[in-house]
């Protein structure tokens, strides 16, 4: 598949790119991306629940009254989970969310989420660009350019940029990775993936 390559005022510069087909133009595996979207969401979990237990609860442990002879049921602290303030029993404790997944699996859902973004056309070229400083105005006009300014994007540069993922941070709808970083959950959660012709090199390069 060849897509053409756009410049940042949105038009096309006469170029274009071959998409390789080990990561475009495969047929999606929908258990792996499950499995890669998973574990993603899973892993962001803190895990730092956590509820009072008996032994925790501030209180007193007299008995409330006597065993015997009042016609109601025993009590024998205020501590106790019947009680509105007691402690609340088996309760979520912290614990750890995240579990290991396959390289291979990841790997392979990337390469079926672009695939499935590929085949809607969900994917466009931009050619490579820079930012002089942090410009959130400069950058959200490139993404009106491409017409994109209404929509979810992620845009996958070849390496790190701060004026790039600074001048991203405050507008809407946009996210900004490198294309090493790229994971399937970041692809599914957007509508529109931008790749710059660098950062496609680069994912392409990845794929020998």
Do not use: W
């Not at 133009?25 to 730092?48: C, D, F, M, S, W």
């Not at 006009?141 to 996958?156: F, H, R």
């Amino acid at each position: 598949m060849k897509l053409d390559v756009l410049n940042i005022n949105g038009q096309k510069t006469g170029k274009s790119v071959e998409l390789n087909a080990d990561y475009f133009g495969i047929e999606p595996n929908e258990h792996a991306i499950y499995l890669a979207v998973k574990q993603y969401l899973a892993n962001q979990r803190q895990g730092t629940h956590k509820t009072l237990e008996k032994s925790e609860v501030s209180g007193s442990t007299r008995k409330l009254h006597k065993q015997k002879g009042t016609g109601g049921a025993r009590k024998g602290s205020i501590k106790n989970p019947a009680f509105y303030g007691g402690a609340r029993v088996f309760g979520p404790k912290p614990r750890d969310y995240s579990f290991k997944l396959n390289q291979k699996t990841k790997d392979l859902a990337k390469r079926s989420a672009l695939s499935a973004k590929a085949k809607t056309d969900a994917v466009c070229i931009l050619e490579d660009f820079n930012l002089s400083g942090f410009k959130t105005k400069e950058y959200g006009q490139i993404l009106k350019n491409l017409g994109l300014n209404k929509v979810k994007t992620l845009l996958v540069i070849p390496e790190h940029d701060t004026n790039i993922v600074v001048s991203s941070r405050n507008i809407p709808n946009t996210t900004v990775a490198r294309a090493s970083d790229l994971n399937a959950y970041q692809i599914l959660n957007s509508k529109k993936v931008i790749f710059t012709v660098s950062s496609l090199t680069k994912l392409n390069a990845s794929a020998e």
